[in-house]
């Protein structure tokens, strides 16, 4: 409740017979000038202004926004809610737990840790496709989840009962960012707030990036650590700069054979290369009335692929056709439309904001597009795939003899994986697996090779061993779903099937469209080339793809091949996908379904046959894709509001497994000293009211020397946990088979397997171990490990903990774009367990950058145009950070003086280096964190 109204905004808003109280933009100056987004801010500040954490002074410089400006006014965003998928919410809530035992030892009340803005959790990260291409998929790998979960879930629903305001959507009920889409946003929220009933626009953060999903309905919001969304549940504004907004305009109709994912990667490419990191992204013009909800959604979907805090689309008819279709009540879409018309918040494409920056893309431009292969901002035009592939097949195959290597380079090609071809007569540059067609491709039922039904088939570099239809960025867009089901319906019924090496699964991202594919039909059509549904969760974009077919898994591991993986999804980053697959390309629905019925990557649509119909004639791609009429002509007649309804109406009750579960009670957990999945958080080991004054970095340890693009994937994997590596091992020692092991993500809620999981990537290249290993970079999550005489190679946790022992402070050295990708904490708080005190880099992506700050590592970076590599480091010197104990007397200091001494590790001759480093402590709340040594020691200490 805001306790001064400094500029008089206070007003009534009366919509049918209910009165609402509103704050009113036109109260402040220079209001009707500023972007959607700002005016979101704008009405945020003026109904918390507090005069301490808000101020009348940022009020005015909101409303005097200088769009020139580089940021360096401080705000305080207190978003209206908080929203959190399970990979990332477990930890979150193992945290709030922990808070209350330590609150309890500090002398404070354990019930005033509790959530004082709404919080909302989906489980939809653990579900893995064990099982795929058979009608009980689905039920049965729903069976495995709980086998595999049943401890984290206790947990949440423990939690669900002792936090007020926390409520869990169960296990197989859809994605999150879709459920919030079709169910939980509000756009206008409600809320009795001192007692008096408010009207405000609908915020959220969330804990998975991917949360600027809700930008589409016109919903500020967009992903954080899961740090900093405890602390925002915490009642803890989120500190920020006001940011530059980049105006991208909209002109134009997307054409014929074009579809939603086209738009969005082409976008991203733009904008990756224009440059939007800690920028929100603004769509205006006359063309954002012709883009479909589902299509802004999928927009917003893919801010953190290129790199904005935020992706907004303004609110118009078509948002209040979508809440209407959607479920949402008439009193509600109400209110959005009158609040949103009161408040200047109604786009009107007749009247341009002042921007920051502008782009321009004529819709009509578009073309068909795919993305890859291990960037989702790697735009490629389907056109030149092929050719592309050709190239970048070369990064990945390893060829075995020197002639391999010359065919490589002169033929840059690799014949397609043809079914015609005889086994033992494959150019050198083929490895064979024979794979039984007449078996079911089954996890439940392996394939069995030369039976006297069996054909053998040729596996190649560029395989498609996986067609996933998946991930929130696509399943919540009828038209791209039901184009893919037309694509298999047409395939079918010219004879056309997936080919048998190829592993499918589809994923919906809610029930809904398991509903409207139903109505339709193309379920069956769907199920005919094998697609059917393995789970109602993020799956494959997540990594939890379960096992490829077991013969093509061990042909790829025993002849080194170079497969890829082409799934509808948002992230397609070195080893996230599955460890046996190199090559991972992100494309539209109806795409996945073309891919899986080619085969190969090593595939040209236009000119290669997907096969023959039943008269022996070539089929090719544009044979068998459906014009926008026919996609239309479905969506109008298979989707209702009804289904919306009937979907909700339950959607926090779950099934019979999830009302069954054991639910421990009290306000205090009860940890399970024998549990793997959940263990009490160390982060309050010892805390007391008092300040540890922040102290310069001496005698410090290079623990990874990386280069650009180094993701929270590469910090902090969510798929596989690698036999032999310190996690597996930890899990092995507790009782733990591997069969068992799980994933990164669903063991969260323990810091022992995580800690030993960061930097554990299979794909991390730390140049650090060159040294010693012939000039090559082995790949994994190996240092040197220098408290040994030799520093020989070590896996990262074991030389962590030896330098632990000694006292030996750790610094890490990246390059640009340090931290992209998935805002996942546990990168940062991994980081910081494994005892590093710094990490020096090129440029940091946003939220990495925040959490390192709260979980107590200094963010550094080097000097401009410079890198590590530049100015002569290579990992081998002891280093010293100068200058931080300024944040002792308050002062943030812009740069710091970082000293690298060789040492008895450096090569002969080496000199020492110095250099000042760019501390990127960017706001005073930052500063306050870092000084009490993580947020959540700065919350705690708050409270008591």
């Given at each position: 409740?805001?306790?001064v109204?400094?500029?008089g905004?206070?007003?009534?808003l009366?919509?049918?017979?209910?009165?609402?109280?509103?704050?009113?933009?036109?109260?402040?100056?220079?209001?009707?000038?500023?972007?959607?987004?700002?005016k979101?801010?704008l009405?945020?500040l003026?109904?918390?202004?507090d005069?301490?954490n808000v101020?009348?002074?940022?009020?005015?410089?909101?409303?005097?926004?200088?769009?020139?400006?580089?940021?360096?006014?401080?705000?305080?965003?207190?978003?209206?809610r908080?929203?959190?998928?399970?990979?990332?919410?477990?930890?979150?809530?193992?945290?709030?737990?922990?808070?209350?035992?330590?609150v309890?030892?500090?002398?404070?009340?354990?019930k005033?840790?509790?959530?004082?803005?709404?919080?909302e959790?989906?489980?939809?990260?653990?579900?893995?496709?064990?099982l795929?291409?058979t009608?009980n998929?689905?039920e049965r790998n729903v069976?495995?989840?709980?086998?595999?979960?049943?401890?984290?879930?206790q947990?949440l629903?423990?939690?669900q009962?002792?936090?007020d305001?926390?409520?869990?959507?169960?296990?197989?009920?859809?994605?999150?960012?879709?459920v919030?889409?079709?169910?939980?946003?509000?756009?206008?929220?409600?809320?009795?707030?001192?007692g008096?009933?408010q009207?405000?626009?609908?915020t959220?953060v969330?804990t998975?990036?991917?949360?600027?999903m809700?930008?589409?309905?016109?919903?500020?919001?967009?992903?954080?650590?899961g740090i900093e969304?405890?602390a925002?549940?915490?009642?803890?504004?989120?500190?920020?700069?006001?940011?530059?907004?980049?105006?991208?305009?909209?002109?134009?109709?997307?054409?014929?054979g074009?579809?939603?994912?086209?738009?969005?990667?082409?976008?991203?490419d733009?904008?990756?290369?224009?440059?939007?990191?800690?920028?929100?992204?603004e769509f205006?013009?006359a063309?954002?009335?012709?883009v479909p909800?589902?299509?802004?959604a999928?927009?917003g979907?893919?801010?953190?692929?290129?790199g904005?805090?935020?992706a907004?689309?303004?609110?118009?008819?078509?948002t209040?056709d979508?809440?209407?279709?959607t479920?949402?009540?008439?009193e509600?879409?109400?209110?959005v439309?009158a609040?949103?018309?009161?408040?200047?918040l109604?786009?009107d494409?007749?009247?341009?904001?002042?921007?920051?920056?502008?782009?321009?893309?004529?819709?009509?431009?578009?073309?068909?597009?795919?993305a890859?292969?291990?960037?989702?901002?790697?735009?490629?035009l389907l056109s030149d795939a092929?050719?592309?592939?050709?190239?970048?097949?070369?990064?990945?195959?390893?060829?075995?003899?020197t002639?391999?290597?010359v065919?490589?380079?002169s033929?840059?090609?690799?014949?397609?994986?043809?079914?015609?071809?005889?086994?033992?007569?494959?150019?050198?540059?083929?490895?064979?697996?024979?794979i039984?067609?007449?078996?079911?491709?089954?996890?439940?039922?392996?394939?069995?090779?030369?039976?006297?039904?069996?054909v053998?088939?040729?596996l190649?570099?560029?395989?498609?061993?996986?067609a996933?239809?998946?991930?929130c960025?696509?399943?919540?867009?009828?038209?791209?779903?039901?184009a893919a089901?037309?694509?298999?319906r047409?395939?079918l019924?010219?004879?056309?099937?997936?080919?048998p090496?190829?592993k499918?699964t589809?994923?919906?991202?809610?029930?809904?469209?398991?509903?409207?594919?139903?109505?339709?039909?193309l379920?069956k059509?769907?199920?005919?080339?094998g697609?059917?549904?393995?789970g109602?969760?993020?799956t494959?974009?997540?990594?939890?793809?379960?096992?490829l077919?077991?013969?093509?898994s061990?042909?790829?591991n025993?002849?080194?091949?170079?497969?890829?993986?082409?799934?509808s999804?948002?992230r397609?980053?070195e080893?996230?996908i599955?460890?046996?697959?190199?090559m991972?390309?992100l494309?539209?629905?109806?795409?996945?379904?073309?891919y899986a019925?080619?085969?190969?990557?090593?595939?040209?649509?236009?000119?290669?046959?997907?096969?023959k119909?039943h008269?022996?004639?070539d089929?090719?791609?544009?044979?068998?894709w459906?014009a926008?009429?026919?996609?239309?002509?479905?969506?109008?007649?298979?989707?209702?509001?009804e289904?919306?309804i009937?979907q909700?109406?339950?959607?926090f009750?779950?099934?019979?497994?999830?009302?069954?579960?054991p639910?421990?009670?009290?306000?205090?957990?009860?940890?399970?000293?024998?549990?793997?999945?959940?263990?009490?958080?160390?982060?309050?080991?010892g805390?007391?009211?008092?300040?540890?004054?922040?102290s310069?970095?001496?005698g410090a340890r290079?623990?990874?020397?990386?280069?650009d693009?180094v993701?929270t994937?590469?910090?902090?994997?969510?798929g596989n946990?690698?036999?032999?590596?310190?996690?597996?091992?930890?899990?092995?020692?507790h009782?733990?088979?591997?069969?068992?092991?799980?994933?990164?993500g669903?063991?969260r809620?323990?810091?022992?397997?995580?800690?030993?999981?960061?930097?554990?990537n299979?794909r991390?290249?730390n140049?650090?171990?060159?040294?010693?290993?012939?000039?090559?970079?082995?790949?994994?999550?190996?240092?040197?490990?220098?408290?040994?005489?030799e520093?020989?190679q070590?896996?990262?946790?074991?030389?962590?903990?030896?330098?632990?022992?000694?006292?030996?402070?750790l610094?890490v050295?990246?390059?640009?774009?340090?931290?992209?990708?998935s805002?996942?904490?546990?990168?940062?708080?991994g980081?910081?367990?494994?005892?590093?005190?710094?990490?020096?880099?090129e440029?940091?992506?946003?939220?990495?950058?925040?959490?390192?700050?709260g979980?107590?590592?200094?963010?550094?970076?080097?000097?401009a145009g410079e890198?590590?590599?530049s100015?002569?480091?290579?990992?081998?010197?002891?280093?010293?950070?100068?200058?931080l104990?300024?944040?002792?007397?308050?002062?943030?200091p812009?740069?710091v003086?970082?000293?690298a001494?060789p040492?008895?590790?450096?090569?002969?001759?080496?000199?020492?280096?110095?250099?000042d480093?760019?501390?990127?402590?960017?706001t005073?709340?930052e500063a306050?964190?870092y000084?009490?040594?993580?947020?959540l020691?700065?919350?705690?200490?708050?409270l008591v």
């Open positions: 409740m805001s306790t109204n400094s500029f905004a206070k007003s009534t009366k919509v049918g017979s209910t009165d609402y109280e509103i704050f009113r933009l036109d109260a402040v100056e220079g209001y009707d000038k500023l972007p959607f987004s700002l979101v801010l009405e945020n003026l109904r918390t202004e005069g301490a101020t009348k002074a940022q009020i005015e410089a909101l409303g005097s926004w200088d769009a020139a400006a580089e940021p360096d006014t401080e705000i305080q965003f207190t978003p209206a908080v929203v959190m998928q399970d990979f990332t919410g477990v930890p979150c809530i193992v945290d709030l737990a922990t808070m209350r035992e330590a309890t030892a500090l002398g404070g009340d354990p005033r840790i509790n959530p004082l803005s709404p919080a959790m989906v489980i939809d990260h653990s579900v893995i496709a064990d795929f291409g009608e998929a689905l069976e495995i989840e709980y086998e595999r979960n049943g401890e984290r879930y947990f629903r423990w939690g009962t002792a936090f305001d926390f409520k869990v959507v169960p296990p197989g009920t859809g994605i999150v960012h879709q919030n889409i079709e169910h939980l946003a509000k756009v206008i929220y409600d809320r009795t707030n001192g008096v009933l009207a405000y626009p609908d959220c969330g998975d990036s991917h949360t600027t809700v930008n589409g309905l016109g919903v500020l919001g967009w992903g954080v650590g969304a405890e925002a549940m915490l009642g803890q504004p989120v500190s920020m700069l006001i940011p530059r907004v980049v105006g991208f305009k909209l002109t134009g109709e997307i054409p014929a074009v579809t939603a994912t086209d738009v969005v990667l082409t976008i991203t733009m904008l990756r290369q224009h440059g939007v990191v800690g920028k929100f992204v205006y013009g063309g954002v009335g012709s909800l589902a299509n802004r999928t927009i979907n893919m801010s953190p692929e290129f904005s805090t935020a907004m689309f303004p609110v118009d008819d078509v209040l979508y809440l209407r279709l479920g949402r009540s008439e509600t879409v109400a209110l439309e609040y949103a018309k009161t408040q200047s109604w786009h494409p007749s009247k341009e904001a002042v921007y920051s920056e502008y782009m321009e893309l004529d819709l009509g431009t578009v073309v068909p597009s795919i890859g292969p291990k960037r989702p901002q790697d735009r490629i092929k050719s592309q592939f050709e190239k970048d097949i070369l990064n990945y195959a390893e060829p075995s003899t002639d391999d290597i065919d490589l380079e033929k840059h090609s690799f014949p397609a994986s043809d079914p015609g071809s005889v086994p033992g007569e494959e150019e050198p540059t083929t490895r064979p697996v024979h039984n067609s007449g078996a079911p491709i089954s996890a439940s039922k392996p394939v069995h090779v030369h039976t006297p039904a069996g053998d088939y040729t190649d570099h560029g395989a498609v061993t996986l996933a239809i998946t991930s960025t696509n399943t919540s867009n009828p038209s791209v779903m039901i089901g037309l694509v298999a047409k395939a019924e010219k004879g056309l099937k997936q080919k090496w190829v499918t589809l994923g919906p991202g809610s029930k809904v469209v398991t509903d409207y594919y139903e109505k339709s039909g379920d059509d769907l199920e005919g080339l697609f059917y549904t393995v109602y969760g993020c494959i974009c997540i990594g939890n793809s379960g096992p077919i077991e013969e093509v061990a042909a790829i025993e002849n080194d091949l170079a497969v890829t993986a082409v799934l999804g948002n397609n980053f080893g996230r599955s460890p046996d697959v190199k991972n390309y494309a539209s629905p109806p795409l996945v379904i073309a019925l080619a085969g190969s990557m090593n595939f040209d649509f236009e000119v290669d046959a997907l096969g119909d008269d022996g004639n089929v090719f791609l544009k044979d068998i459906p926008p009429e026919e996609v239309q002509a479905i969506v109008d007649s298979s989707i209702s509001r289904q919306f009937k909700y109406a339950t959607v009750d779950g099934d019979d497994r999830w009302r069954n579960l639910t421990p009670t009290g306000p205090i957990f009860e940890w399970d000293a024998d549990s793997t999945y959940v263990r009490k958080a160390p982060y309050f080991d805390m007391t009211m008092e300040l540890t004054p922040v310069d970095i001496t290079v623990m990874a020397a990386l280069g693009s993701t994937d590469h910090i902090s994997p969510a946990i690698k036999a032999g590596t310190p996690a597996a091992q930890y899990l092995t020692e009782g733990v088979g591997q069969r068992d092991f799980n994933s990164y669903s063991r809620g323990n810091h022992e397997v995580m800690i030993r999981g960061t930097f554990a299979i991390l290249k140049e650090l171990v060159r040294a010693v290993n012939d000039g090559q970079v082995v790949e994994g999550g190996f240092t040197r490990d220098f408290t040994q005489p520093g020989p070590s896996y990262i946790y074991d030389a962590c903990q030896n330098y632990q022992a000694e006292g030996t402070p610094v050295f990246g390059g640009k774009e340090y931290g992209s990708g805002s996942r904490d546990w990168a940062a708080k980081t910081s367990l494994l005892g590093v005190k710094a990490v020096i880099t440029s940091f992506e946003r939220i990495h950058r925040s959490n390192l700050i979980m107590g590592v200094v963010p550094l970076q080097f000097p890198s590590w590599a100015l002569g480091l290579d990992g081998t010197e002891i280093i010293s950070i100068e200058g104990t300024q944040l002792n007397e308050g002062i943030t812009k740069t003086r970082v000293t001494v040492s008895e590790h450096s090569p002969a001759g080496k000199q020492p280096i110095e250099f480093a760019v501390v990127r402590i960017d005073p709340g306050d964190y000084r009490n040594g993580g947020i020691q700065y919350v705690l200490r708050s």
